[in-house]
């Protein structure tokens, strides 16, 4: 525990990940815009920083979370975070990123300090719990010291050199917003033939349909709430740079272009700041039918 840490960004998923490691006995210094998430991030073991630069600053390792590429961007670079690393130093972005926009970060390093990307997937309740899985992307040598501090948030993936962490979670995303465009029209094809909501749900997760949808996101469909921990803006935005990565591929993806397609729509009807399976609420309204279900279900950001 002898790796002093700096987190910036303690929003929903950063947050819970600062205190994590704080519990686990590493020194973290926190900072975050929202002088709030500072303040919780404190309460559960984290010293507070007045600035990104100051909690970049004599730290051996800097975790960011950032909702955005832009976002690191403007922490990094314009604000100048990324030139308080020390050298012997190691920055490991959690953000899930643009894989050229790392590389390039990675360039402008001090020299001597070394880049890691490992976007994170398994949701809020997930970072609460260390049960996330985390996608790591580096050198052997700098993924050998990153892994032993990341896998008290949840389980590692070594995913190949820089910038391969965030291809993998993109593919990851790529298919879980597929599922989450396509549950929606599961439920309401059933309903609108006949067949209760309860017992769809049960035959799709002990069935070939089951998925980690089915079973995590359901929930949020049922209560009514459609999970507002995780956004449409941000599904958008990682529609966004999964279609990037798209462009190499040599051939169409219909369905990967048919998600983001169906995103921009209940973003459109809804606003970029609503859960982000108002992706199925759309159905629901446009069938006319009602997706609740009576149940202890309680919200996966307090699980």
């Excluded at 976007?119 to 609460?128: I, M, Q, S």
């Excluded at 992307?137 to 990153?146: I, P, T, W």
């Excluded at 209940?266 to 399976?277: F, S």
Aim: proline share 4%.
């Amino acid at each position: 525990m002898h790796e002093r840490i700096g987190f910036i960004g303690l929003g929903n998923m950063g947050g819970p990940m600062a205190t994590r490691l704080a519990g686990a006995g590493y020194e973290v210094t926190a900072y975050d815009i929202n002088p709030a998430a500072v303040d919780v991030a404190v309460a559960g073991g984290c010293h507070a920083a007045r600035s990104a630069n100051e909690c970049a600053r004599g730290t051996d390792l800097l975790l960011t979370s950032l909702p955005r590429p832009d976002h690191v961007q403007s922490v990094m670079i314009d604000d100048g975070a990324l030139g308080e690393l020390a050298p012997g130093s190691l920055w490991i972005d959690l953000t899930t990123n643009r894989k050229d926009f790392v590389i390039e970060l990675a360039g402008k390093a001090p020299h001597g300090v070394s880049v890691v990307d490992s976007p994170v997937t398994g949701a809020v309740d997930g970072a609460r719990n260390g049960k996330l899985t985390l996608f790591a992307g580096g050198s052997d040598e700098d993924l050998d010291r990153a892994v032993p501090v990341l896998e008290h948030l949840g389980r590692t993936i070594r995913c190949g050199p820089l910038g391969t962490g965030n291809v993998t979670k993109l593919v990851t995303n790529q298919l879980w917003f597929i599922h989450a465009a396509s549950l929606g029209e599961g439920f309401a094809l059933g309903m609108a033939n006949g067949v209760e909501l309860d017992v769809l749900w049960d035959a799709i997760k002990d069935s070939v349909a089951d998925s980690f949808v089915a079973r995590h996101d359901a929930p949020s469909i049922f209560s009514g709430h459609y999970d507002p921990s995780f956004t449409l803006d941000l599904c958008m935005k990682d529609l966004g740079l999964t279609m990037e990565l798209a462009e190499n591929v040599g051939t169409d993806l219909p369905m990967t272009t048919t998600a983001q397609q169906t995103f921009a729509r209940a973003t459109e009807r809804y606003g970029a700041h609503m859960g982000e399976l108002h992706v199925a609420k759309r159905i629901e309204d446009d069938a006319q039918l009602s997706f609740r279900l009576d149940g202890d279900w309680v919200p996966h950001w307090e699980a």
